[in-house]
T-cell receptor
Framework: DTAVSQTPKYLVTQMGNDKSIKCEQNLGHDTMYWYKQDSKKFLKIMFSYNNKELIINETVPNRFSPKSPDKAHLNLHINSLELGDSAVYFC???????????FGPGTRLTVT | AQTVTQSQPEMSVQEAETVTLSCTYDTSESDYYLFWYKQPPSRQMILVIRQEAYKQQNATENRFSVNFQKAAKSFSLKISDSQLGDAAMYFCAYRSNNNNDMRFGAGTRLTVKP
């Protein structure tokens, strides 16, 4: 009965590879987000989707592409991975843009 | 753009005592939300407490309470009767009511000493 789930929890890959992280929420929320938490624990929003429409696209490299097949899913695809992409990526959801966010468990991405 | 500042990278407290974590923010908006999130070693981000800017009354959730000073743009978190399980990173966050912009502070690492 996990509210916001992410797969995988850990991802180790080599530079130049393409990888995806999946996120699903079963809360019926309209809005979903992706955050990046770097080694210094700083959390930065990357993307936000409201009812499958992108409403925030912070200045992240275009190697990162979010995809929302439906309201309950927001996947993050990363092309040509770089060392600096190593971080923990959090998915979150909220009932609308006006409510607090519920976070997934995070995916630790390590690029070697 | 709104910024959130947590000036205490690390704090420690003795078990059963009280600790206050500081947070200030910068905004030109009058309507917004403030949050405290807890991130234990498990990495999960857990909502601790929320405060609506239009409410004068400070939010309280069991042992957690806030001191919201709107004019000073300050939003501190007080943890009473600290428990070992309170040890975690604590993030202050600001969310605009005009858009979906949510900003987090850099975090405060809280250690609870037995």
């Amino acid at each position: 009965d996990t509210a916001v789930s992410q797969t995988p929890k850990y991802l180790v890959t080599q530079m130049g590879n393409d990888k995806s992280i999946k996120c699903e929420q079963n809360l019926g929320h309209d809005t979903m987000y992706w955050y990046k938490q770097d080694s210094k624990k700083f959390l930065k929003i990357m993307f936000s989707y409201n009812n499958k429409e992108l409403i925030i696209n912070e200045t992240v490299p275009n190697r990162f592409s979010p995809k929302s097949p439906d309201k309950a899913h927001l996947n993050l695809h990363i092309n040509s991975l770089e060392l600096g992409d190593s971080a923990v990526y959090f998915c979150a959801s909220s009932p609308s843009i006006f409510y607090e966010q519920y976070f997934g468990p995070g995916t630790r991405l390590t690029v070697t | 753009a709104q910024t959130v500042t947590q000036s205490q990278p690390e704090m420690s407290v003795q078990e059963a005592e009280t600790v206050t974590l500081s947070c200030t923010y910068d905004t030109s908006e009058s309507d917004y939300y403030l949050f405290w999130y807890k991130q234990p070693p498990s990495r999960q981000m857990i909502l601790v407490i929320r405060q609506e800017a239009y409410k004068q009354q400070n939010a309280t959730e069991n042992r957690f309470s806030v001191n919201f000073q709107k004019a000073a743009k300050s939003f501190s978190l007080k943890i009473s009767d600290s428990q070992l399980g309170d040890a975690a990173m604590y993030f202050c966050a600001y969310r605009s009511n005009n858009n979906n912009d949510m900003r987090f502070g850099a975090g405060t690492r809280l250690t609870v000493k037995p």
